[in-house]
């Protein structure tokens, strides 16, 4: 069974542009979590998908948004990218929205220049 | 506002020995708890979970501890081995509520 995919695994832009990842979670998952990591923040929330509709929101400002399409699949997009957004970005995904054991795909790391 | 706190940024274990990873929290709702291991260049893999109704959950070499009163979850990892090595984060969620608060992290290093 493959696990959950995110892809670019890097990327580079510059201020000001926008960025879109991918998350592909695993078969027959239908919540996918977007989580951002910094050094010395850990792991922070940004939101939930299950079933096409966001449940859960995390803190973030507005030009963080994300969708879910009919085959689970997710997309995170950033637009208007600041230096402070450099970051790795984790999807998760599990079976159903409770998340007692989400599986994370390995990351997107998103540098700003 | 920092709900999940790992106060250790890092630790260094004799292998062999018993690896002991401390988590507080703040928020007496939570009442589920994971710990995740996640090497570099990966994402987290999820070890070991326990539910607010029990104070102990053993699987293998790894065990959580849970004080509820103390708002506390510990982690121990009995022998410690060196691809025991890697940043441990723990996380808590409210049932019913897809998202985690993770801790910031500690980084175990086993030393042979």
């Known amino acids: 069974k493959a696990g959950v995919t995110q892809t670019p695994r890097y990327l580079i832009k510059t201020r000001g542009q926008q960025v879109t990842l991918s998350c592909s979670p695993i078969?027959?998952?239908?919540?996918v979590s977007w989580y951002q990591q910094t050094p010395g923040q850990g792991l922070q929330f940004l939101f939930e998908?299950?079933?096409?509709?966001?449940?859960n929101k995390g803190n973030f400002p507005g030009r963080f948004s994300g969708r879910q399409f009919s085959n689970s699949r997710s997309e995170m997009n950033v637009s208007t990218l600041e230096l402070g957004d450099s970051a790795l970005y984790l999807c998760?995904?599990?079976?159903?929205?409770?998340?007692?054991?989400?599986?994370f795909g390995q990351g997107t790391r998103l540098t700003v220049v | 506002d920092q709900q999940v706190k790992q106060n250790s940024p890092s630790l260094s274990v004799q292998e062999g020995r018993i690896s002991i990873l401390n988590c507080d929290y703040t928020?007496?709702?939570?009442?589920?708890f994971l710990w995740y291991k996640k090497y570099p260049a990966e994402g987290p893999t999820f070890l070991i979970s326990?539910?607010?109704?029990?104070d102990k959950n053993e699987d293998g070499r790894f065990t959580v501890f849970l004080n509820k009163s103390a708002k506390h979850l510990s982690l121990h990892i009995v022998p410690s081995q060196p691809g025991d090595s890697a940043v441990y984060f723990c996380?808590?969620?409210?049932?019913?509520?897809?998202?985690?608060?993770f801790g910031t992290g500690t980084r175990l290093t086993i030393i042979p």
């Open positions: 998760a995904s599990s079976e159903q929205p409770l998340n007692t054991e989400a599986f």
């Open positions: 078969s027959g998952h239908r919540s």
């Open positions: 998908y299950f079933s096409e509709t966001q449940r």
């Open positions: 928020n007496s709702m939570f009442d589920y």
């Open positions: 326990i539910s607010s109704i029990k």
């Open positions: 996380a808590a969620s409210l049932f019913g509520n897809e998202k985690l608060t």
